[in-house]
């Protein structure tokens, strides 16, 4: 429950307020007494100053203060509220926050000094009167106590049910302090006082034994010792007639001292009399919750295991523990605590569960109930339904008593005891109290509470099972799953989600399992992109039921707020409206929780599925017409937020301002791009675009001024294929328009880490464009770009002209001097040194790459650097000095660049695997890989899917029917070239005239990335056809990678050492000394090899891969 703290204290402009509540009540506000107003607001004041600093839930304030809520009883509730604080605080501006009366959810409570409430004021005094120097002064402070009371406390509300504890309390605390006050009397001989004082008292309330003690004694210290004995006699009778015990043993002592004509002590306390407490009365009503629906998979699997840790440390330390399993409505609480029970049980833990009831009428303890029938071996099929059954009530002793001796038997056999309390925020005192003596009796003994509640619900009646104790305590609390979380939820109900859609419904549901289901259904009969596009009916529900709750005027602002987004800056709120009373207007959504209150000028919605209800409630004009105030009113001030400023300039745009909002979306977007937001930057030139296209009359050049920046954001999102049609696009535009073609054909920014082909075709068009460029262009820089531009059209497609675009390309930027320039040549030339042509020039220019691209602060450069050393290092078999550069590119990445990286690092992890001798995990490795490109419609899903195998035949020496499958796949699936795999598969399978034939047809590798292990298989394939002038080809083109791997060069896989080639070569050619040195140095290789893969593996255990790392394509 919330707390309020005094921050707020102080003048509230309209001078200090006081509330008296011991009698009829009194409102003073800057010294003046003022009417709190009817009688509901009366009552609605009183029932707060009960809730003392906490805050009041508005479900208790509707439910205290109206027998039959109205229908719109929220609505009621805050002008109530309203009016109450124009009362309290009748100089408040207009938009200026409370500072008495107060919302925070979920609810309302009141900020006062402690002198502001009599009854805080008289708990005071009375504490300080225990403590007072002497008699006198603590009989002066008790007197101005007792001159707070002008009557019954509560008097006007006392018949309410919430009152009357309270109100009970204070009257007892007045009884107390007349006692008290008396008892000074005596101290200080004012026997007649005294006397006067009580007689009233004990006359009225005979059973008061302490008033009767302090009558007695003085009436017999004033001389008075028949009169004393009197008043004795007739309590004895009271109380043997009424109650039918007998008086105190200070009071017999007290006849008997009288009797005896003895001295009598003058008391000063009453012996029993403690502080007084100012602990209020329960504040927090349990609401009726929503049944959790999530489906039972482990969408949790590192909170099951934090769990099931806690659980073993419990058994294996023999020490108490209580596990507090947190979260809201739909979070899985319950699941995972019923797992987990389910687990240990499994394991012969004795377990027994109890659940608190969801509807009213439960006996005291009602959880308890079958906790006891299952410790006590009963049919634990006992009916759930708390009010169709008839349960004895037991005292709360008798219960926890009874459960300790049950519990006792049950771990008298040397095992461990788990107890699950679920929906302990619904808990009753008997429930709590049985909890805390059970930890308490077993602190030293293997009992483990799994207790569940949701923090948003918690009732005072839980606070002092939360609180620390001597005892052992553990929390896990549910935030919202991760995406692998809501893939499993989605699974569950059917529906597979690829890693983006399964992100999304995880940013959009708050990772709540009950709303990503209903997302993911709505994306399973709809497509991905309703991920992002509407809330389905069963969310609806749910949340337009708390909306409807609110007032009219909060359901009106809240839709306004909604345009801002999910974080609400209250400066602009209040530009855009035109309501005063706006802030009391939002507040009641703060404390029904749709809104959290996190900064002075800044809200929240609780969940985004709020703010999307409220936002697509909106007709799409009147949404607009928001989005233009709040453009405007983000543009007014001194240093605008450029990307905010264009979102609410895009939703507005018309076709009049059409080219305004492009100018601005496309200033943010650099600004975004700066800052390395490049998703931000993408998203802003898309809908850039969507609105260029609407302006009117058209705009040619001004979407021509979009489309070139679109290109290379859609090339950092890793969409080749939309990059490139862009780029089409901005070309046959920019010749309409008469504008050179140069700025879209060098638009791809993004420095490629793997190819940027879709096809084995090459692009005539745009070839023919940048030719026509490199023609037309003089400065070296430009010439720059436009050859690596032509590299990548190039590469893999014709060696000769992809290596003089490369070549060209960094010849033309060292003459430029222009360190973008060379940034872009280098990275065409290191994706050149791929191959094998230059290999000696690969690490070199790569770290020259480095030292611009750092002196630059160009991040996407830098890791494409280290990319390129990382495969250099591949390439020379150095498996640490590799895995060294892989981790320094990681960490240089970002974006999706990063995302196909870690592709990367988990096919090199696969790699390490198989060359460690694990192939079975290798090849697990590899297929889970290849789901996720499959997933992300990666035609390369297959080849990973062959070459794994490939891999595995080579080292078991077996061809299987899912190898020939997986061939025959390959070469459907991928326009990538798998003739010679395919044949080498033949090969391993001993059909060599079909493996030969085969051979015969393939094309020579390109002198690309592939190039060494598709020769290394060429060269087997040869030697086996008895190819000799092939053979004479590949041995000398191998023969420089000795004691290497061919595909290892590429990071991501390997078809054996090239000195295996060589060999095979050799002995065709027959040159058998040659032969038998390569099959040694292949031996040598490959346990070098072997043992680095092992070292790594030993020192580094990556995570399995479970989908999610956009996978390169080679």
Known sequence: MATLHPDALGDTGSGPVTVSVLGPLVVTVGGREVSAGSRRQRALLQRLVIGGSDVVPVDTLIGDLWTAPPPRALAALQVHVSNLRRILEPHRPARGRPRVLVGASPGYGLILPEDAVDTRRVDGALIRARTAADAADARRILADALGHWRGAAYAEVRDFPWATAEAARLDDLRLVARELHAACGLRLADHAAVVAELTGIVRDRPDREESVRLLATALYRSGRQLDALDVL????????????????????????????HRDVDVPTLPPDWQEPSTTPVATVRVPRSRPSAEPAVDARPAESARLREVLTRTRVQSRATTIWVTGEAGDGKTTLAGRAADEVRAHGTTVATGRCSEVPGAPPGWPWERIEQELAGQDPAAPQDPTATRVPTRSAFERAHHL????????????ALVLVLDDLHRADETTVHVLRHLVAAFWDRPLAVVATYRPSEVTPTLLPALAPGRHRSDTVALAGVGSEGVRAVARAVGVVLSQDVADRIARRSGGNPLFARELARLVGSHGPRQADVAVPDGIDAVLRARLARLPENTTVLLRRAAVLGRDVDLDVLADITDEEDWLDALEPAIVDGVLEDVAPTRVRFSHTLFRDVLYADQPRLRRARVHARVAAALRRRPQPETTAVAHHALASATAATAAE???????????????????TSLDLRRRAREVAETADPPDPALLHDVLVPLIGSAARAGDATGARRLRREAIELADRLGRSPFAAATGWTAPPVWSLRDSAEPDRPMIAVLDRLLDETVDPGDRARLHAAAFFEWEGLDDAAAERHAVSAVREADRSGDPEAVCRALGAFGYLAYGPDHDDAREPAARRLLAVAA?????????????????????????VAARAELDRALAAAAGTQLLELVGVAELFDALVHALAGDVDEAVRRYDALSRDMAEQGLSLASVFGLISRVMRAQATGVVDDDLWQRTRRAANDTWFPVEVPTAFVHLLAGDRGTAAALYRRSPRPARDYAWR??????????????????CRLVYDALLPFTGTFGGLDAGSFSVGTVDAALAATAAALGRDDDAAVHRRRAEETEDRVRHAARALLTARTPPVPDGGAATPSP
């Open 404 to 415: 300790e001796e049950l519990c006792e038997r049950n771990l008298a056999g040397g095992g």
């Open 233 to 260: 006699a007739r309590s004895r009778r009271h109380l043997a007639d009424e109650f039918g015990v007998d008086p105190a043993p200070r009071l017999r002592s007290l006849e008997s001292d009288i009797l005896a």
């Open 661 to 679: 909002s492009v100018a601005l979306a496309l200033a943010a977007a650099r600004d975004a791009d700066e800052a390395g937001a490049w998703s």
């Open 855 to 879: 002196d630059r602060e160009r991040g996407d450069h830098v890791a494409v650097a280290y990319f390129q050393l990382f495969l250099a290092a591949c390439a020379r078999a150095d498996l």
């Open 1013 to 1030: 292990a598709w020769t290394v298989m060429r060269a087997h394939l040869a030697a086996a056809a008895a190819d000799l002038e092939e």
